[in-house]
């Protein structure tokens, strides 16, 4: 169908013009994604609703095929040079006939389109403000139209055969021939011509699919019809390449028509995502599981700390609930604990900044507020998307960071913004608490059957429901008064209030052909369901990017956060806590009774009088109780980028994140328990400031091999520094540092650097088959300098069948991968070597100096020892309806760090050695898809599951066991976490029932049952499975997303339950109140126990506070964990474009948001399973948690 | 231009990343000193104050070892609380304080000295003085727990041994002589002082290091007087050659100060006599029947009977007592409190009251500046009348004896005690004059002046009984074995913290494989044959 021939003329206008674009290009290629990609949209506009994407999707495709796109636009645009067969005539000999009113000059380019079927190829930035034009009824030559409508523009034209690029002047490079040089090829010799079609699956045609002649310059594209001319050689091989579809090579083998249907590529094979060191990657490429999850899934159903909602997201990595609050810590594990003792998070990278979690101090078994972590500084509207590197094969490049993970979080940019945008978020919920008590209330208030009668009596049996049958009798109460007695099972409802959560948050981003912009505000207030307890946050964050000149690009992103936190709870032990002053009142004590909370003399009025001062008054603690923390967090990153060639450029990056915060805690005037109060205040700075470069290789070695290689370097200066005083006060009522009797300043300090060198190649065959090498050395200054470098290499494949196998069509997608990677966790600083410090001790006038350390340095000391093995499928089938992801891994850590016990007549009492060990393997899988889709109504369910099999292998010669913490981490009985050898990680140990051969409980003499002769071990308290389900239901605008989220696997020790039967207020303890429990078992000579025993004195006994009497057996308050929660539902409406289509307004959407909708499957009586009491290494076990909160509210986004 | 970009590019990056060679320094915890900025000597005063037994300024070591076992087992002291050295009972955490205490701390100290100041210029006092001590400390724990970690020990950082052998005493013996020997031989008198006031026993003074050496020399091997006559002989010779101490100045003391608070620079077993243990340990009726016996004048600034001795020191029924030497009656040993096993209420002669009896006296010896005695003239006199007895040494027995027991009185003006130089004199020959030196009695006699010269140094008093197996002492034999441990005799060792069985399971087991009875407290140790 070849008409037009082209004309010598034109040649050099074409060549030109291909040498323009090659050039423009060169400077836009991988690193300006975003600009290509939005010029490729432009050029094939048409083309890609054909494809019958999913619209909502389209620019996040485009987003995504990133290295792709740019690949065949090369070729693509080559293609032009080598036309031969171009059909068009000169656009000054075409006339058309137009008229314009006020319409803008993309108005114009559509008529003339219309009526010409030549095409427009601009970029909307440029000719967007061309508008007002006015054009009576004229015939007109194009080319005079284009003059007169560009005469006052940078702007000019160049005619591609049907096409007409509008581009800058400057952009021209007028005299360039194919003769030119810098043009390294030559035009064949024409053999014969091929015609046909081409189409894509659904038989609907493709236009500007790019046709070229295998080793040859010549090439072709389709023009609307589908239809293409070419001149190729009778055995030569025609490639037909088109974005978002496979590309095919066609033998002509003598014909003179092929028809050809192209493949549509799935998303697996175009998806790009952000890998270690910011490197993107083709997700095809990498041998290694990751998982990305948009930024939307954190924002309409938020939580303060970013870690909560991740919970049930991604496989394999866990996020450990603590009962602290919602400004408590978090622990996020992926694939396990790697460390016996400590550490085993994640590390966090936010636009490339590190980015610890930096657990800021939790409670332990004595109360105290839990101080959370970093993440709360993060505000979710900000992210455009998270990327979890799970494997060490994903995170090797973070060298000695690397061994727990990597989370890659990615801020939004102005790269999508069309000119100026704004985008208003609010977000506002409402919280409840989800009360879980399921108490008694048939026994009241009181001991051995007697209620209280005096005020002694009231206050000794505060937290005692040991009384007799409520009866509705009078009764005294702790203030003397006579009330009725009467269950109060109100006390949550009557304390705890309704917070409100409101997060409100602005964008404006911008963009032009030299950059983009983002700068984002946010402001939260939040009150806590505590009274008096809340949030306020308020934060800017700011992207921007730059074209220095065409090769070199400048990014700077900036952050700033301020926190203020006040009067996070304490939680575990009574002093201080609200929680046990509310959760172990009577059954017949009214919380109100307590309100107001001080005496005359402003001191407290105690629930249990003065005989139990450490009982607080709850209305007391959210009165006068003051705790304050203030955080001010600055980030900051410049990346400078210099492109030397299409394929290799170099980028310097220097990023500072820094942590400064703020405590102050105030016990006040009149507390029972510290009557003159005390004052506590503290200051630190956590900063990191890192440099590096990087050189990046980006080549294809002919058709078949693709070479894609980092080199780089980091320098990395870790610094803490903090100082702190307090202690108790001289005068009453006088919160200052000089009021207190004795401040001794205390500072604390401590700095680290490392070096590394790094590199990684990722080496590619014909699309289908990768291998990806990368090496890390780290040198550490916490490390003897003779040893203190490590080298951390990773090998990875990935081997794409679908593409390289012939596989039935309903197969889209097939990859098998596999990895093997070394990583660390690295030193804490100041181990290797001795030093001496000042003793404290005043001799008359003579200070003490000496070591004071009991701990000996190892100056062998190196970081621990992680390497994991992962092999894993993926797979999408019915085009991509039914994706499946599985994996398996292996890791192992060695040398792992522990504080080995040595003889004290070494001097000192422990030695840090690499000597533990340990293994976690796992499985991995995640089912999602699209079984139903139609115009409109989709659902998209996606389920993933995780299951972790972890085993301590081994600790020291001869050692068997090893407690952690502190060893004692439970209020109640003789609680322990132990490493086992040979057992999974993290045992809860404590006295079990001793059980005779039948697995009866065997009872003692008095009736009492008797515990196992040794701590046993009664589960582990990490969970072994994990994951989640969740449900995307689209309808029209309607948009209806739940998420369950389960845990299985896991044991709690909950000492709330021991505590609450030890006082009479467990629901089990109503059994033999009235004449007697007896246990049900056998006597010790083996006979059915008969033996009755006083109910107060059997549950005191088993669950009582340590002491006389009491043979605490923790098997009884050992629960399994285990639970399945209705986590998120959210029910959003986006009002359609098209009806704002004449609006300032882009988009809105309204959704209503509901967080902890409901618990589906638990077994933990009177509390949350998910209720640990510390976010350390110690978990499974829990104490006066933090009610579970629900929060239901709405959000309200609104686009201009 | 283009170039410019590159090299500013790369340049940014490698400056800040290629010019951090000082790593090492980097990793030097500025809260702290590094090895080369640290004052040894400063290390040397710790291990000093810290060998006084007040470790956490609680008497951790103190109070556990000097009041609650040694001081009841050699009859000094008895209490009705207490049946671990009163009774012979086994505590782990009390019978191992010392070791506990010492090893991480005086002697990690004092081998870091050492190590870190040998062939170093300027240090060379330094040096010896600290070889000098540290033979102190260790003789002080072989003595007490027999075949110790010595020549490994305290190295886990400077030889990286975590897990020290356990040396024979013997060896040990042997070289603690050779490095008395050296060192005090080395001591230059020309050589700068560098240690001053931060030698809280001597100042600095070579001179009187010298004579420490030499009279450690004398306990030494005086100690070996059963088990090896023969070098006994020749290395009290050689200290008598040095040049041992010969006048209460050179005694070496470790001088406390009064805080009435828990602090390490207190005495620790006299802050505790007044305070945490205020009232518990009663001076033992062997003892104070000694004194009597011999019309000892020093009994009135020994003991005193306080009516209300558990009133703890700094409140308003705290007192001093009744110091009268005739109004002193000790208490049994062995006995318990009203309604045990064994009440003190049926103790032969109970006075009606156990506030009755004698206390430790609060003028001189129970109070938190009381001085530690850490080694004195007028042992080593006493000693050197041993040699002189036993022939090994020419001088005459009774001179020294006289010598001996005039510096046991005169030194007792160190201890606050209110009398003068020219009266202790006089009273001590008063006393010689009643209680004349007999050859023939003669070693009964010294060991016994000995007894009474090193109060409240109860492990040295504890040492020398089993050596010389004088005063003779009469045993406890409570009557329920599960507290009295070693069947109603006297223990001859304090045993090894089990601890030790675990984290160093092989060097334990095979020091313990070389005691008699095991590790407890019946097994003899080298030097202590019957």
């Known amino acids: ?1200 | 231009m283009k170039n410019k970009f590159i090299y500013i590019l790369i340049g940014c990056v490698l400056f800040s990343w290629g010019c951090d060679k000082n790593f090492e320094q980097l990793n030097v915890n500025p809260n702290s000193v590094s090895g080369e900025i640290i004052q040894f000597e400063k290390l040397f005063s710790t291990a000093e104050l810290f060998s006084a037994g007040n470790s956490d300024g609680h008497a951790f070591d103190g109070e556990r070892g000097n009041l609650i076992y040694c001081s009841c087992l050699i009859q000094h002291l008895a209490t009705n609380g207490y049946s671990y050295g009163d009774k012979y009972n086994f505590n782990e955490e009390y019978i191992t304080a010392n070791w506990e205490a010492l090893y991480p701390n005086a002697i990690k100290q004092i081998v870091d000295v050492v190590h870190n100041t040998k062939d170093k210029e300027g240090k060379t006092n330094l040096y010896n003085i600290a070889r000098i001590y540290k033979v102190y400390l260790f003789q002080f724990l072989t003595d007490l727990y027999g075949d110790i970690p010595y020549s490994e020990a305290g190295q886990a950082y400077t030889g990286g041994i975590l897990l020290p052998k356990y040396d024979k005493q013997q060896d040990i013996y042997a070289d603690m002589l050779k490095e008395l020997d050296e060192a005090a031989t080395a001591l230059d008198d020309n050589a700068p002082n560098s240690l001053g006031d931060q030698d809280i026993i001597y100042g600095g003074d070579v001179t009187l290091w010298k004579k420490f050496a030499y009279s450690e020399m004398v306990r030494i091997a005086m100690r070996m007087s059963k088990v090896a006559p023969d070098d006994a002989k020749t290395w009290v010779a050689k200290a008598v050659a040095g040049g041992a101490m010969t006048s209460n100045d050179d005694n070496a003391l470790i001088l406390h100060y009064a805080v009435n608070d828990a602090q390490v620079s207190n005495n620790g077993s006299g802050w505790e006599l007044i305070n945490e243990e205020a009232g518990q340990f009663k001076m033992s009726k062997t003892f104070i029947d000694f004194f009597k016996s011999h019309n000892d004048p020093r009994l009135h600034f020994y003991a005193t009977v306080s009516p209300d001795p558990g009133a703890l020191n700094g409140t308003a029924d705290f007192n001093f007592g009744d110091t009268t030497s005739s109004i002193q009656l000790g208490m049994p040993n062995g006995y318990d409190n009203a309604g045990g096993l064994v009440p003190i209420t049926g103790a032969p002669n109970f006075p009606g009251d156990v506030n009755d009896y004698s206390i430790v006296n609060r003028y001189t010896f129970a109070k938190s500046e009381a001085p530690t005695f850490v080694l004195t003239a007028a042992e080593t006199q006493l000693l050197l009348a041993e040699a002189a007895q036993r022939g090994w040494i020419s001088g005459d027995a009774a001179t020294l004896y006289d010598d001996g027991v005039t510096l046991a009185f005169s030194q007792l003006i160190q201890t606050g005690a209110n009398w003068s130089e020219s009266a202790a004199e006089a009273a001590a020959a008063s006393y010689l004059a009643q209680n004349p030196y007999n050859a023939g009695t003669g070693i009964q006699q010294i060991n016994e002046q000995y007894w009474v010269a090193v109060f409240m140094d109860e492990y040295e008093a504890f040492a020398n009984w089993r050596r010389s197996g004088y005063p003779v002492l009469t045993p406890v034999n409570y009557p329920n074995p599960s507290i009295n441990k070693t069947g109603g005799t006297i223990p001859r060792r304090l045993t090894y913290p089990l601890e030790e069985a675990s984290t160093n399971p092989e060097n334990y087991n095979d020091a313990v494989s070389r005691l008699a009875n095991g590790n407890t407290m019946t097994s003899r140790m080298w030097w202590d044959t019957p």
């Open chain 1, 1 to 1200: 169908m070849c008409k037009f021939r082209l004309q010598s003329a034109h040649c050099t206008v074409l060549n030109s013009l291909v040498n323009e674009f090659l050039i423009n290009l060169k400077h836009t290629k991988i690193m300006n994604l975003l600009s290509v990609t939005d010029e490729h949209r432009i050029l094939f506009k048409t083309t890609v609703k054909k494809k019958n994407l999913p619209e909502k999707t389209t620019i996040k495709y485009f987003m995504r095929i990133g290295i792709v796109t740019t690949t065949l636009l090369i070729v693509t645009s080559a293609q032009l040079l080598f036309a031969k067969t171009l059909k068009s005539q000169s656009i000054n000999k075409v006339e058309v006939t137009i008229s314009l009113t006020n319409e803008t000059l993309i108005q114009a380019f559509k008529k003339i389109e219309d009526s010409t079927g030549y095409h427009f190829m601009y970029r909307k930035d440029e000719v967007k403000n061309i508008r007002n034009l006015n054009l009576p009824v004229t015939r007109l030559s194009i080319e005079d139209f284009l003059k007169i409508a560009l005469a006052k523009t940078s702007l000019t034209y160049k005619q591609v055969k049907d096409q007409i690029l509008i581009m800058h002047s400057k952009n021209l490079i007028p005299n360039a021939t194919l003769d030119d040089p810098k043009i390294p090829f030559a035009i064949d010799a024409v053999a014969n011509v091929v015609k046909g079609k081409v189409t894509d699956d659904k038989g609907d045609p493709l236009m500007g699919v790019s046709i070229r002649v295998k080793n040859s310059n010549t090439g072709a594209f389709t023009d609307k019809s589908g239809n293409y001319t070419i001149d190729a050689p009778a055995r030569g091989t025609l490639v037909f390449s088109f974005v978002g579809f496979i590309t095919q090579e066609i033998e002509v083998a003598n014909r003179s028509e092929i028809d050809i249907t192209l493949k549509a590529e799935s998303k697996e094979l175009s998806e790009v995502v952000v890998t270690a060191l910011g490197i993107k990657r083709q997700v095809k490429s990498l041998g290694y599981s990751t998982t990305e999850i948009p930024g939307s899934n954190l924002t309409e159903s938020r939580t303060a700390n970013l870690a909560n909602a991740l919970s049930g997201q991604i496989a394999g990595v866990s996020v450990a609930g603590t009962g602290t609050g919602p400004n408590g810590s978090t622990r996020i594990t992926i694939r396990g604990n790697t460390s016996l003792t400590g550490g085993g998070t994640p590390l966090y990278i936010i636009d490339g900044v590190p980015f610890g979690a930096d657990n800021q101090g939790s409670s332990g078994k004595w109360g105290g507020p839990d101080y959370g972590d970093a993440l709360s500084t993060i505000n979710p509207d900000d992210i455009e998307s998270i990327n979890v590197l799970k494997g060490v094969a994903g995170s090797a490049l973070y060298g000695y960071r690397g061994g727990n993970g990597v989370i890659v979080i990615t801020t939004k940019s102005g790269s999508q913004s069309k000119g100026i945008g704004v985008e208003v978020n609010n977000n506002t919920t409402f919280s409840n608490i989800i009360d879980e008590r399921d108490f008694q209330y048939s026994y009241g208030q009181g001991s051995n059957g007697i209620k209280p009668t005096t005020i002694e009596s009231a206050q000794n049996t505060a937290t005692s429901s040991w009384g007799p049958k409520i009866d509705g009798s009078t009764v005294t109460d702790v203030l003397g008064n006579s009330v009725p007695y009467v269950a109060h099972k109100d006390n949550f409802k009557n304390f705890y209030k309704t917070g409100v959560n409101s997060q409100s948050s602005i964008s404006l981003s911008g963009k032009n052909t030299n950059g983009n912009f983002r700068l984002g505000i946010t402001n939260v207030n939040s009150s806590e369901v505590v009274p008096k307890a809340g949030t306020e946050q308020q934060g800017i964050n700011f992207n921007s990017n730059y074209n220095l000149t065409p090769q070199l690009h400048l990014s700077f992103t900036a952050s700033y956060m301020h926190e203020k936190v006040k009067n996070r709870p304490w939680n575990s032990d009574a002093p201080g806590s609200v929680i046990a002053s509310t959760y172990f009142l009577a059954s017949t004590f009214n919380v109100r009774t307590l309100n107001p909370s001080a005496d005359a003399n402003g001191d407290e009025i105690l629930p249990g009088g003065p005989t139990n001062i450490y009982f607080d008054n709850p209305y007391f603690i959210t009165d006068y109780f003051k705790n304050t923390t203030e955080r001010d967090r600055y980030t900051g990153n410049i990346t400078l980028r210099y492109d030397f060639t299409n394929w290799l450029s170099l980028q310097g990056q220097v990023s500072r994140n820094s942590l400064l915060a703020d405590l102050t805690n105030i016990v006040p005037y009149g507390t029972g328990w510290q009557h003159s109060g005390s004052l506590d205040v503290s200051s630190s700075n956590n900063r990191e400031l890192d440099a590096s470069f990087m050189f990046e290789i980006n080549k294809k070695f002919g058709t078949d091999f693709s070479v894609h290689a980092n080199l780089g370097g980091n320098h990395e200066d870790n610094l803490y520094k903090a100082a702190s005083t307090g202690g108790g006060l001289d005068l009453p009522y006088w919160y200052s540092v000089n009021n207190i009797v004795n401040h001794v300043y205390n500072v604390d300090f401590s700095e680290y650097k490392v070096n590394s060198f790094y590199g990684s190649a990722d080496l590619g065959y014909k699309d289908y088959l990768f291998v990806t090498f990368t090496g890390r050395n780290d040198w550490f200054s916490t490390l003897n300098p003779k040893t203190n470098n490590i080298f951390y290499p990773s090998i990875s494949g990935s081997f794409v069948f679908s593409e390289a196998l012939h596989m039935p069509s309903w197969i889209t997608f097939g990859k098998l991968r596999a990895s093997w990677a070394k990583s660390s966790g690295g030193t804490s600083p100041y181990n290797t070597a001795l030093s001496y410090s000042n003793l404290g001790v005043n001799y008359n006038g003579i200070i003490f100096s000496g070591i004071d350390q009991s701990t000996v340095p190892n100056a062998l000391l190196k970081p621990i020892n992680i390497k994991e093995t992962e092999v894993g499928i993926s797979m999408s089938f019915f085009n991509s309806r039914l994706n499946v992801d599985a994996a398996v891994y292996n890791k192992r850590t060695d040398d792992d760090i522990l504080n080995v016990s040595i003889s004290n007549t070494s001097g000192y009492e422990s030695s840090l050695q690499n000597i533990g060990k340990l293994r976690n393997r796992g499985l991995e899988l995640l089912l999602s898809g699209t079984p139903i889709k139609t115009k409109n109504f989709s659902w998209n369910p996606s389920f993933n599951i995780a299951f972790n099999d972890s085993k301590v292998l081994f600790l020291s010669p001869g050692v068997s066991s090893l407690i952690l913490g502190d060893g004692d981490p439970a209020r109640f009985g003789n609680f322990s976490i132990k490493q086992i050898v040979g057992q999974e990680y993290g045992q809860l140990t404590g006295f079990a029932y001793k059980r005779d051969a039948h697995g009866n409980k065997i009872f003692g003499p008095d009736g009492l049952p008797i515990r196992t002769d040794d701590l046993v071990s009664l589960g582990s308290g990490v969970y072994k499975t994990t994951g989640g389900f969740s449900n995307d239901f689209k309808y029209k605008n309607f948009t209806l997303s739940t998420l369950l989220d389960f845990k299985f696997g896991a044991k709690v020790y909950s000492v709330t339950n021991a505590e609450l039967a030890s006082i009479g207020l467990h629901k089990n303890t109503l059994a033999g109140r009235e004449g007697g429990y007896v246990g049900k078992g056998v006597t010790q000579d083996g006979k059915v126990n008969t033996i009755s025993v006083d109910a107060q004195t059997y549950w005191q006994s088993i669950s009582g506070e340590s002491g006389e009497g009491v043979d605490n057996i923790e098997e009884e308050y050992t629960y399994d964990a285990s639970f399945i929660k209705l986590r998120n539902v959210s029910l959003s409406y986006t009002i359609s474009q098209a009806r704002l289509n004449k609006s300032f307004v882009k988009g809105v959407t309204i959704s209503l948001v509901g967080r902890n909708i409901a618990v589906l499957l638990k077994h933990t009586p009177n509390i949350d399973p998910e209720s640990n009491l510390t976010s350390t290494v110690e978990q499974g076990v829990e104490y006066n948690p933090y009610p579970p909160i629900r929060q239901l509210g709405f959000n309200v986004n609104v686009k201009f």
